[in-house]
């Protein structure tokens, strides 16, 4: 009797040992994956970090700009020698003389053709705009004498700033040893310092980078997503609810929904190259304009916004629709009244995110001629301007070494706004959505 329990019993154990280990094998298949979706997620994180990092600590020094405190003799005989105050001549007057001056008189023993052109090379270019904007903004100084501020040239912002090695040989470096002696000496009297640098915000583009700033990308931006989001949207929201609630589902409409499906992947070169042919050739439209710009950048985000809307409008539900029809309203009152608003945060929130991608597009605007050099800050639509993403391109294909750190802070600049975009989207999201 016992034999024949203990063979009964050996399959039930022997079923349970296979069970068991069926679990075991599970959970550990369980906790493998845990660990590798760990270790997906530290990964990204380490090189987004890493990519941070690296963008921050080569663009935060491009805020802070080295300036050289000159003495400057607004001479008449310069400025204005007729005295007539005409502003057209004042506008006229070699104000790169008077900063020239100003240098020269700091280092009198330097009396040679040659070291004086060295010497004037430690002052930006630029100072002669900075003094002709304070004499315009105050013509009594025409005449006296003073100081002013004006921004160093790149090298000595480099060498100041520690990204140009003073211990490498004089032949392995751009500044020269009196160079360097010139710059410790106006270091010792107080006349040079690292200032927030202003002109990266409020300048145009520049040959100069001490003088380039981003706000005309910025402007040219401001006008291109105005123009993308004016067409964009009302006619991806349009096109969204008539194939969804209007449209009669047969093979056309399903044709018409998945080339929207394919636009959508399709590269955004292929967008630019299009706006090309029509809008420019085609149309005649000026090139490297805002207005050119949207037109392209909306072909781009069609696609996104359609599909993003008839996302949101399927999300509402179908009582919804039956409960406006029953109370007598018509199809178009029920879908503007009831459906279209329950819809609007999901619309909003793929708007949002097709902007972000429209605002961070380079190429399909480099075939439009968006990578003109544009120093003028754009006034309308049909002005030359050029986009920060462009603008970022372009500072990167610099040979000047003064470039390298304002391209990253123009990335960062870039990231800020995307960054905000995309933080909207989520806002929008997480307060108007309504979970059935």
């Known amino acids: ?258 080339n929207i499906n394919n636009l959508a992947a399709i590269p955004s070169i292929v967008f630019g190259l299009l706006g090309l042919a029509v809008f420019l050739q085609f149309f005649g439209l000026p090139r490297s304009a805002p207005v050119v710009g949207g037109l392209v950048l909306t072909l781009m985000t069609l696609p996104t916004i359609i599909i993003a809307a008839r996302v949101s409008l399927k999300s509402v539900p179908p009582s919804i629709r039956e409960a406006a029809l029953g109370l007598g309203a018509s199809k178009m009152q029920m879908v503007t009244n009831d459906v279209l608003p329950l819809a609007m945060p999901g619309i909003l929130t793929g708007t949002i995110i097709g902007m972000g991608r429209a605002l961070g597009e380079t190429a399909p605007l480099l075939m439009i001629g968006m990578v003109a050099f544009i120093v003028d800050i754009p006034g309308g639509f049909h002005d030359p301007a050029t986009v920060l993403p462009v603008q970022i391109y372009i500072w990167a294909d610099s040979a000047e070494r003064a470039f390298v750190e304002r391209t990253s802070a123009a990335i960062m600049v870039l990231l800020t706004f995307l960054i905000i975009m995309n933080a909207a989207a989520v806002f929008l999201r997480g307060k108007f959505e309504r979970r059935w």
């Open 1 to 258: 009797m016992s034999e024949m329990t203990a063979v009964s019993g050996t399959p039930g154990r022997r079923t349970r040992d296979l069970v068991a280990a069926g679990i075991g094998r599970r959970y550990r298949a369980e906790r493998r994956f845990r660990i590798f979706g760990l270790v997906a997620i530290a990964s990204a994180l380490v090189f987004m970090a890493l990519l941070f990092m690296s963008i921050i600590g080569k663009g935060y020094s491009a805020f802070v700009q080295t300036e050289i405190r000159l003495p400057v003799a607004y001479a008449v005989s310069v400025i204005d020698p007729d005295g007539t105050r005409n502003l057209d001549d004042m506008r006229r007057a070699n104000y790169g003389k008077l900063y020239r001056d100003g240098i020269q008189s700091l280092f009198p023993d330097v009396t040679s053709r040659q070291d004086r052109r060295v010497l004037n090379g430690l002052v930006s270019s630029g100072a002669s705009f900075q003094i002709r904007d304070a004499v315009f903004e105050d013509q009594s100084l025409i005449g006296k004498s003073g100081e002013i501020w004006v921004p160093a040239s790149d090298d000595v912002d480099m060498l100041v700033k520690g990204k140009i090695d003073r211990n490498l040989p004089e032949s392995a470096r751009r500044v020269s040893d009196q160079e360097i002696a010139w710059i410790d000496a106006l270091e010792k009297d107080g006349r040079l310092a690292t200032r927030f640098n202003w002109r990266f915000f409020t300048n145009g583009d520049s040959r100069e980078p001490e003088l380039a700033g981003i706000w005309g990308a910025v402007v040219g931006s401001f006008l291109t997503m105005i123009v993308t989001l004016a067409l964009s949207f009302p006619l991806g929201v349009a096109t969204a609810v008539y194939l969804e609630e209007f449209a009669p589902k047969n093979r056309w409409t399903d044709i018409i929904e998945v």
